[in-house]
């Protein structure tokens, strides 16, 4: 009888599954991580929006706080879109994700003024968010700004 | 009969042809992984650097400074935003201030770095590390009126050292630049 050389076709298929079983796996992980980099990576940019946002939000309630009360209204507040740092789009901005680089951001700062006159208290909600596969993640700031700190 | 070994050249083409399309596709997630890891690194950098340099800058001005000053040694002759509706901004990129024991510090941008100086210490401390960057360095100061303090505004770029010694790169991995701006009252004025 022939001696047989090498492997059966059982021995090579079993091989082969938990071969390519271990590198879809490994694939698998490897993708996912590089996704996650990728979320981290916008994270760190939107929490520094914002905080720029609200570092300018905060300059320029120090500027002129009279002004700076005329921006906001009491009840809901005024929302304005924080593209470029300043008051210029006094709404939502809706599907416009149109800041930092990629463009991919958006920013949009609330302001309801505590019921008072003068206006002694505003409350301030700052927020980028931005879309990642198909689901909207947000950082979001709260803070109280008044007039004596 | 000779008896054969090896591989046959057909199953040789089946081999290389599945190397041929795995090990690209292995080779371009593990350089999306160190892409991706050399820009986080380097974005967490600058934004820990940029948050101390602003952080630290806000909290000297709003708890030592009381006076203003544009030239070196602080005098009532240069003394600069103390009556109202006075803005100034500085063309050599440094400002200084007097502080409560009559010492006095100084804000200064010089070659890339910001630095802090002190009259009491006698030492100049660099804000940021070599690895980064600091452009376009703004300051200056204005006065609403002489009932309330006079802010000073700071505004800087910071971004990290490329390979190419500055703050562009061929590789969009190796950038990364973040605007840092603001506005400190001061506190005893």
Partial sequence: MKIKLGFSLIEVLVFVTILSLFFVAAMAIATYSLRNMKINQHKILASHYTEEGLEWVRSEKEDDWGQFTDRGATGTGITYCLIGLNWSTATECGTNFELGIPPIFKREVNLINQVGNPVTQVNVTMAVSWIEGGTTLSIPINTTLKVLE | MKKKTGFTLIEMLVVIGVVILVVPSIFVIIFGIMREQTKIYRLSIIK???????????????????????????????????????????????????????????????????????????????????????????????????????TVSISFEICYKTSLGSCTSTRPEETATMYYQTKIKLRNY
């Fill in chain 2, 48 to 150: 820990k650097e940029g948050d101390f340099i602003l952080n630290n800058i806000s909290n000297l001005i709003k708890s030592r400074a009381i006076t203003i000053h544009s030239a070196n040694p602080p005098t009532e002759i240069n003394q600069v935003c103390a009556i109202s509706d006075d803005e100034f901004t500085s063309s050599n990129d440094r400002i200084f201030f007097t502080d409560p024991e009559n010492n006095w510090f100084r804000i200064l941008w010089s070659s890339n770095v910001i630095a802090s100086y002190s009259s009491f210490t006698a030492s100049s401390v660099n804000l940021n590390s070599s690895n980064a960057i600091i452009e376009n360095f703004s300051i200056g100061c204005e006065r609403a009126s002489t009932y309330s303090g006079p």
